[in-house]
Structure formats: structure tokens, C-alpha cells
């Protein structure tokens, strides 16, 4: 069964990562999470130029057209993304702003949805959480770390100390 076009995504999303801060600002929620597209997913993005299903562009195989269009699609994610940022940037909240206050994972399952890969994945760590992480830096971690340690290291900071999580083998340094 097809999945039906998903006409309104591409104006959603600004609507949807608003009511995300609206919920974080309001202390509503502590936590939220947001899916653009979900793995095989169908969706179009006509509004930006790509009427292909996003899906099938992802397994371009090294054509050029689909390559491009695929990073259409990413830089419009990330933009939409970066705007989000922005804004958290700009709510006082308390001696700070929200994003100073927030711990925000942005990323994706597969580095490379050409060939499935889900390692060296390409994630954006945001915000202060309460000046307990460095920003501004691209860390790398060794071959084959799991993702979990990331997630276990990212627990601490809230006070949650799991021994362990999923796969996890260890604690992240440099945060």
C-alpha cells in the first residue's frame, strides 16, 4: 500500500518545532520529540522543488539528480531546524534562555540511507543544558561506538545515572 502525499509537511514543520518551544517555554513538557519522516517514508516536498518521494531518492545509487535532490531535502531539514535553534535562543528563560537551558539531539538513524548505514551517524548536539555541555565543536568518537553511550552520557547530565542502556559499553568523554 502507498503512502499518501503529505502535502502540508513542508509548512508543518515551522509550525510544529513553535509548538515545541511553546510547550518547553510553558514548562508543559520537559521532553518532546519530533520525526520529520519516518524510515521509508513516501513524502514529497513539492514546495521546495522535489516532487520525488523522499524515500526513493534516498537509494539514489550515485545519480547526480537524486543526490541533489536528497540534499535539498537535508538543507531544508536543517534550516528549518536552525530557525527552531534560533528562536530557543531568543526565550529568557530564567538567568538564560531556553536553549541554554535545553539539551536538544538532532540527527538521524542512517549516515548513509543509500547503503543502510547506521554507523558515523551525522548528529547536532544543541544547547547549554544548564552549562553542563561545550558547544560549538565537531567531536568525533572512535569506530563502532555505540550510539547508546551518547545516550547514557546525555542521561547524566540530568541527574539519570543507568549503568548501562541498550548497547551501551561506556560514558562519552568530552561533552
Do not use: C
Request: net charge negative.
Amino acid at each position: 500500500m502507498q503512502e499518501p502525499e503529505n502535502k502540508g509537511l513542508v509548512n508543518d514543520i515551522p509550525v510544529l518545532y513553535d509548538l515545541m518551544a511553546l510547550a518547553l517555554q510553558t514548562d508543559s513538557t520537559r521532553i518532546a520529540t519530533f520525526m520529520i519522516g519516518r524510515e521509508g517514508s513516501n513524502n514529497t516536498y513539492r514546495q521546495i522543488g522535489v516532487p520525488d518521494a523522499h524515500h526513493g531518492i534516498s537509494h539514489h545509487r550515485g545519480d547526480a539528480e537524486k543526490v541533489e535532490k536528497l540534499t535539498k531535502i537535508n538543507e531544508h531539514h536543517l534550516a528549518q531546524f536552525a530557525k527552531w535553534i534560533e528562536k530557543l535562543s531568543k526565550i529568557q528563560d530564567g538567568d538564560g534562555t531556553l536553549l541554554d537551558h535545553s539539551m536538544i539531539v538532532y540527527g538521524s538513524g542512517l549516515s548513509d540511507g543509500n547503503r543502510h548505514h547506521h554507523h558515523d551517524l551525522p548528529l547536532v548536539i544543541a544547547g547549554g543544558a544548564n552549562k553542563s555541555l561545550s558547544m560549538g565543536r565537531h567531536v568525533r568518537y572512535a569506530k563502532d561506538t555505540p550510539l547508546t553511550n551518547l545516550y547514557v552520557s546525555l542521561l547524566d547530565r540530568f541527574g539519570v545515572k543507568p549503568e548501562t542502556l541498550g548497547d551501551s559499553n561506556g560514558r562519552l568523554t568530552d561533552l
